[in-house]
């Protein structure tokens, strides 16, 4: 629009004008002082000291005068002061009335520009989801009436992205027969990974995009469940446990058989004892009342004794190792559950001090023996010690090169009758 460019052109290019005035009536007036400046009492005007003010030329208007200088005006200056002063104004209310005549213009199609909008982008999301899954190598999903996820080589489209190295994929396998997986490992180990991506295929399928693995068939899913992450609401005065049972609860409350659920380390926001009845207690409920489809991470192993007292619960770990004194994570998830967390290893790599560790290290060895001697007094280990059998442990932390043949043997029978008390 021819005028409204030029009302923006006066409003941007004001200093530019100025500038150029007064380069050229320096030229003409021979005055190497004159200033074209500008202030919000007299607008535009011409400046002068009061010694060369005899020699302006005559079609100059005195505005003011001051102890050292004198102001002056032009006719072409007033013309551009009153255009510059009211080109903004004037340019927002032109703004304005064509911007109220574009939307009466659009009101008369508007129907069929809704439907054209939502046409493009819908052509725009399929578009998308088409080009990611043939750069990406995803491949075509099943949506079936049998209920059941069942996943092959399943991938996280974020993660597998940003990895330097390769990602290593997993199988997921739930239904009738299994509807829950307990799945236990180290901290960094891919647990969170492995069940976010679980969730993520489920999704993309549920829309119709092709999935990040080799196949997958996904029965009827109504709903998808997390209660991933620890986190406070300072806002709402909701410290980190609260929010973690009311996501709990409302999972608790509202899944069916045909959800999928995520809970990763319930319990862990309160005390061992509470923790751990909270967690075995939402897992029963997860697979006796809601039968959902549940992966459940834990770091309770006692939890990995559920599949022994209810049907349609299996346990799996994902896969560590231990070189020396650190952990190599593989990543795969491995039928049972895991035999130990490997937290200070985890904690070592974390860049936790060395003798932070092996004061921890003399603490666990401390607490370990104490589980024995409970066991020694009553017959049982405690309940909720975080290893699963202190001859495992003590077999695991042990070095033969380190014992003399007289110790190698007084160490068998006390293992000897420690297993079997």
């Given at each position: ?135 990406l190598d995803y ?69 119709g995009s092709y ?93 990995t004794a559920l ?115």
């Amino acid at each position: 629009h021819a005028e409204l460019d030029e009302l923006r052109g006066l409003s941007k290019n004001a200093d530019d004008f100025l500038l150029q005035l007064e380069i050229r009536e320096r030229e003409r007036t021979g005055i190497k002082t004159l200033k074209v400046s500008y202030n919000r009492v007299h607008g535009y005007y011409i400046e002068i000291s009061r010694l060369q003010s005899e020699t302006v030329p005559d079609d100059y208007i005195r505005k003011q005068t001051l102890k050292t200088t004198e102001r002056f005006i032009t006719e072409e200056l007033k013309q551009y002061e009153e255009k510059v002063l009211s080109a903004r104004e004037r340019a927002l209310a032109l703004e304005k009335s064509l911007y109220e005549a574009l939307l009466q213009r659009l009101q008369q199609d508007i129907q069929r520009i809704k439907t054209c909008a939502t046409a493009i982008a819908e052509l725009d999301a399929i578009s998308c989801l088409s080009e990611r899954a043939q750069t990406l190598d995803y491949n075509c999903p099943t949506l079936v009436e049998q209920p059941g996820i069942r996943i092959k080589q399943g991938r996280h489209p974020v993660v597998e992205r940003v990895l330097d190295e390769h990602f290593i994929a997993n199988d997921t396998l739930l239904g009738d027969s299994k509807r829950m997986c307990i799945i236990t490992g180290p901290n960094m180990g891919g647990k969170s990974t492995y069940m976010r991506q679980t969730a993520l295929i489920v999704l993309l399928a549920c829309i119709g995009s092709y999935v990040p693995a080799k196949s997958a068939s996904i029965g009827p899913i109504d709903r998808i469940f997390t209660r991933i992450g620890a986190s406070d609401d300072l806002a709402s005065g909701r410290s980190t446990f609260m929010v973690e049972m009311t996501e709990a609860a409302n999972i608790l409350n509202n899944a069916t058989e045909n959800s999928l659920v995520l809970m990763d380390e319930i319990g862990r926001g309160t005390s061992t004892f509470d923790g751990l009845s909270l967690a075995w207690a939402c897992a029963w409920h997860l697979s006796k009342t809601n039968r959902a489809y549940t992966l459940f991470a834990t770091h309770y192993f006692e939890i990995t004794a559920l599949p022994d007292e209810l049907p349609g619960i299996s346990n799996v770990h994902i896969n560590a190792i231990e070189h020396g004194e650190k952990i190599v994570f593989l990543h795969n998830v491995k039928p049972g559950p895991a035999n130990q967390s490997y937290g200070l290893q985890v904690a070592q790599l974390a860049g936790v001090p060395k003798a932070v560790i092996r004061q921890a290290r003399k603490k666990m060895a401390t607490l370990e023996q104490q589980s024995i001697r409970t066991h020694e007094e009553t017959g049982q280990f405690e309940l909720f010690s975080e290893r699963p059998h202190p001859v495992i442990e003590q077999l695991q932390s042990l070095n033969p090169d380190e014992l003399t043949p007289r110790d190698a043997l007084a160490l068998l029978y006390r293992l000897k009758k420690d297993a079997t008390a």
